[in-house]
Each structure stands twice: as structure tokens, then as C-alpha cells.
């Protein structure tokens, strides 16, 4: 094993790598991991010495705490590679931003940046050859935090780990999804963590999501849990409506995610000229649109999605099928973001961060 260190960190890299027992045309996204992982502990009321290691299953007691109150948070990124074999991150600020922003919500010590940014760079530099260049591929970084400290009386933990581990990726779903807008169960609510990317988040999604599943839906748009009158987010992604040719998004809140690809396909759509309307948007305005003819899209924009658009909604037993048309807004985005994260689109708004190679 290569030992050495960098940025203060520990950095062991592994004898050998699993590289090349993965097929990069065929993956499913989320279940290859790379060969590394960073790791750092907070104890004794810091966070410790960094760590760069193969990745690896770990020891924790049963009674840790993130096992019994989902005390976690965690972020997702992505990082590509260019023709030239330069990698890039996507705004990757944001996410440190947001991991801390979701941490102090579930009384989790924030993460310093120096350590987020040099732990980044010294991962990806362990990890770069699984980076493959090429429009639509991309390494998913996970960044997350746990409380482990083995205690289980309802409190906040007095030990962390935040780690990262990385997952080479293609589309999240590979054809247009379908959707069903939320009339009975709530993924969030005011005062509560909608906006945090709290683990709980997902997991009180999972048994909705489900049933929608069984009715030919893969995803549902969550709607405002006091009267489901308003379509808010989807959960694995923001979404966007297009009536004739303005987008709708439902405004930030602290029941939505603060989406960085929401917020870069906002900002876009203003450099392109086209219409974006940052305010609450009802079902029954979308479903209006959808039988006037006016509704010609909609589509989710997520770091794992992308941009993915969406074939059909189901409300009150309607189903509403949306032709996908030709030079939609959506594709627009989708190749707009992805040569910027490519390194072959201008990046007017300095949104692409270079990882220097090591
Ligand atoms: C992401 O887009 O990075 C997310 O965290 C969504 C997740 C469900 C894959």
C-alpha cells in the first residue's frame, strides 16, 4: 500500500484496484463503489486527522446513534472529466454550503471547507481513472455525515463520521418518468427538514413511493402537506412545468431542497431569455394546462437526474400523458449543463471548479 500525505490528510491507496471488473457501458446507478474513500471522525469536540483509504466495510456499535434516530445527512455531486483528462467539479461550494446547512438543522457539527475541498481533491486524485471522459458519464460523489456515538437516549451524538465514497454513473432513469402529484401522504412540512438532505428525507418516501410504483408511477410530486393544493418537489429531484413557453418552479422554502441544478437551470433560462417564474404552482393550474394544450412539459433537474423529463401525471385518478416534443426546454438544459460540466460549453458564471491533478 502507497502511504503518504497531502493537506494533512492520511492517505493509504489500495494494492489493487477493482477497475477492471466493471463494466462502464452497463451501469446501474449507485451499486459499483470506486476503490477509495475519505473519512474523518469528530471526537473529543473536533474533527480529526483525515484519512484517504480503500474502500471497505466498517465497525460500529449497534447502538450508535444514527442507527436509531437517523441522525445523517449527506450531499450528492458529481465530477467529469474532459477530452484532455482535466476533472472538474460543478459547483461544488454550494454543496459544502449545503451539507452544513443540513447538518446544523439536525444538530450535527458543521464540516470545515478546508477539510471538504482538500478531502475532495485527494479522493479524486486516488480515484481519477474511474472518471471517465465522455458526455453522460460522470463519478456520483456521496458525501455524508453519521453520529456514532453508542448511545441511545434521544440526544445528539457526541462522536461523527463524514465520509465520502464515489459510484461511477450514468442517467439516473434512462427513459422519461412517470409521475403521480401527492393527494394523501407529505414528505415535509413547515419547520421541519424538507430544505436538509436529512437521510430521513428518502426513507419516509420509500413506502408512498411504492404504492405509486405499483399504479405505473415511478416518482411523486410532492405537494404543500397542509392542503396538497401546490406541487412542490419530487423528491429525487426540483421540478419545472412549462405552460406554453414559461417555466414554472415552486420558490424555495424549508420544505424544499434548495436544488443546485434547480438553481443553475433557473439562472440559464434568464442568459437564454426564456421566461422562468419563481412561485407556487397549483394542480389544478396543471392540470388546466394540460387540457387546454398549454402544459408542454415538465421536467425534474437534480444532480443525480440531470434534467429528466416527465411522460404522464396522474391526480384524482386523471392521468395526463405529456407528448414529448422536439427541441424541448429540457434537452436544451441537459446539453447546456452538461458541456459546461464537460469543460466544452462557456462557463459564464465560473461554475466549473478544476481538480488539480496530483
Ligand atoms: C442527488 O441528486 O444527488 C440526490 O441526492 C438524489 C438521490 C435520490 C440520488
Not at 438543522?105 to 482538500?118: C, G, Q, S, T
Not at 463524514?162 to 394523501?184: D, H, T, W
Not at 469543460?343 to 471548479?353: A, K, M, P, Q, S
Amino acid at each position: 500500500m502507497a502511504k503518504n500525505n497531502q493537506n494533512e490528510i492520511d492517505i493509504v491507496t489500495t494494492e489493487k484496484s477493482k477497475i477492471n471488473t466493471v463494466d462502464f457501458n452497463n451501469l446501474i446507478f449507485g451499486r459499483v463503489f470506486t476503490d477509495h474513500m475519505f473519512v474523518c471522525d469528530f471526537e473529543d469536540g473536533k474533527w480529526q486527522t483525515p484519512k484517504v483509504m480503500p474502500y471497505q466495510a466498517m465497525s460500529i456499535e449497534p447502538s450508535a446513534r444514527v442507527f436509531h434516530y437517523g441522525q445523517a445527512v449527506f450531499e450528492g455531486m458529481k465530477a467529469y472529466k474532459d477530452d484532455d483528462g482535466k476533472v472538474f467539479l460543478f459547483r461544488p461550494e454550494d454543496n459544502h454550503r449545503r451539507i452544513n446547512k443540513s447538518a446544523a438543522r439536525l444538530a450535527i457539527p458543521e464540516f470545515p471547507k478546508d477539510y471538504f475541498f482538500n478531502g475532495l481533491e485527494a479522493l479524486l486524485n486516488a480515484d481519477k481513472d474511474w472518471i471517465k471522459p465522455g458526455l453522460g458519464n460522470s463519478l456520483y460523489i456521496r458525501p455524508f455525515v453519521i453520529a456514532t456515538e453508542a448511545a441511545i437516549s434521544a440526544s445528539p451524538a457526541a462522536t461523527y463520521r463524514f465520509m465520502i465514497i464515489c459510484s461511477p454513473a450514468k442517467a439516473y432513469y434512462n427513459a422519461p418518468v412517470r409521475v403521480l402529484f401527492a393527494e394523501k401522504f407529505s414528505r415535509s412540512a413547515d419547520g421541519g427538514v424538507g430544505f436538509a438532505k436529512a437521510a430521513g428525507n428518502y426513507a419516509a418516501q420509500f413506502y408512498p413511493t411504492s404504492l405509486a410504483q405499483k399504479k405505473g408511477f415511478q416518482q411523486i410530486i410532492w405537494t404543500d402537506a397542509s392542503t396538497h393544493k401546490y406541487l412542490e418537489e419530487a423528491g429525487t429531484m426540483n421540478i419545472f412545468f412549462r405552460i406554453n413557453d414559461t417555466l414554472i418552479t415552486a420558490p424555495t422554502s424549508d420544505r424544499i431542497l434548495d436544488g443546485i441544478t434547480r438553481k443553475s437551470v433557473i439562472q440559464l433560462a434568464k442568459d437564454l431569455g426564456i421566461k422562468c417564474e419563481v412561485r407556487q404552482v397549483s394542480v389544478e393550474e396543471i392540470k388546466n394546462a394540460a387540457k387546454d394544450g398549454s402544459l408542454k412539459e415538465i421536467f425534474g433537474a437534480g444532480t443525480a437526474a440531470v434534467i429528466s423529463p416527465v411522460s404522464a401525471f396522474e391526480h384524482a385518478d386523471d392521468v395526463f400523458e405529456i407528448e414529448q416534443i422536439p427541441n424541448s426546454y429540457a434537452m436544451l438544459f441537459k446539453e447546456k449543463l452538461m458541456h459546461i460540466q464537460h469543460n466544452i460549453g462557456l462557463d459564464e458564471h465560473g461554475w466549473r471548479y478544476e481538480v488539480v491533478s496530483k
